[in-house]
């Protein structure tokens, strides 16, 4: 074998056999009725979460290949790497353990920090997002892209379940957008990819485990994504957290911007009263 890189085409079906090898091991377990234990904070842990973890660094890691996933230790060799995988086994576990269905695997290949290519499976809807910076994105096997839309009213914006629920959201509650609180942050920028949805964004910090799969098929799609101080997304950097991200269809991010920059003066603002 050359020490070239294999081509996308290749990570595509190595992102698949690892997202179908992954919805073989959540079949064992059944959401709604699983225990959980909790890790620093209030965020869940299952069984089916390590569980998913090694299936899929079984089925992905190969030599060379750098490894981050929110339930490995982080060695930081993944630093010295070009091609990183970047995993969330279970994101959206809080709502597998309620039964909820809006949880998903997520796998991203994040080459010289760059997510180029990415898959969501999400075993509960049977959906499948799959995609590349060279192919494109397919949903469940057909062809998609994201939002045509060119104006933020009557637009969807999925908003995180959590955040809606602590009330940071009750700012856009006047907007001109529909708001739909969900779980899983991956499953929900797998749907704005696919054209399921017209933007997401979350209102607080996130990891790159958390995004990184998403941002690649929002991109690749023809979508994207910022970070919320709206910078670039990097990935592999040595702390994994970011400030947030935005994403959506490709004419509604001036739209967006201007809101959220308002309502940041507006906050400022009333901060200053």
């Avoid at 081509?7 to 079949?27: D, M, P, Q």
């Avoid at 490995?72 to 630093?79: E, P, Y």
């Avoid at 796998?107 to 499976?121: L, R, T």
């Avoid at 602590?166 to 929900?188: C, D, H, L, T």
Wanted: aromatic content about 6%; glycine content about 8%.
């Amino acid at each position: 074998m050359t020490s070239s890189s294999p081509s996308s085409a290749e990570t595509l079906e190595r992102i698949h056999a690892a997202l179908e090898a992954a919805r073989e091991v959540l079949n064992r377990f059944t959401p709604g009725a699983i225990e959980a234990q909790y890790k620093v904070g209030t965020d869940p842990v299952t069984e089916a979460d390590h569980a998913v973890d090694a299936v899929l660094k079984k089925n992905l890691l190969r030599a060379g290949e750098g490894w981050l996933s929110e339930e490995t230790v982080d060695d930081f060799t993944r630093l010295d790497k070009r091609r990183v995988w970047v995993v969330d086994p279970l994101d959206g576990t809080r709502e597998f353990v309620q039964g909820i269905p809006e949880f998903c695997v997520s796998i991203a290949m994040v080459e010289n920090g760059i997510p180029v290519a990415g898959g969501i499976c999400n075993p509960a809807t049977d959906e499948l997002i799959l995609g590349s910076r060279d192919t494109g994105v397919t949903y469940n096997g057909k062809p998609a892209q994201p939002s045509q839309r060119k104006d933020l009213h009557g637009a969807l914006v999925l908003a995180s379940r959590s955040e809606v629920k602590r009330g940071e959201w009750k700012q856009f509650e006047s907007a001109e957008f529909n708001i739909r609180p969900m779980g899983s942050v991956a499953y929900k920028l797998g749907l704005v990819a696919a054209g399921r949805a017209d933007l997401t964004f979350t209102l607080v910090p996130k990891n790159e485990w958390d995004v990184a799969a998403g941002a690649a098929l929002v991109e690749s799609a023809g979508g994207w994504t910022l970070k919320l101080d709206q910078s670039p997304l990097r990935c592999n950097q040595k702390d994994p957290l970011i400030s947030g991200l935005l994403a959506g269809g490709p004419f509604l991010r001036e739209a967006l911007l201007a809101m959220l920059d308002q309502h940041a003066q507006t906050a400022g603002a009333d901060k200053q009263v």
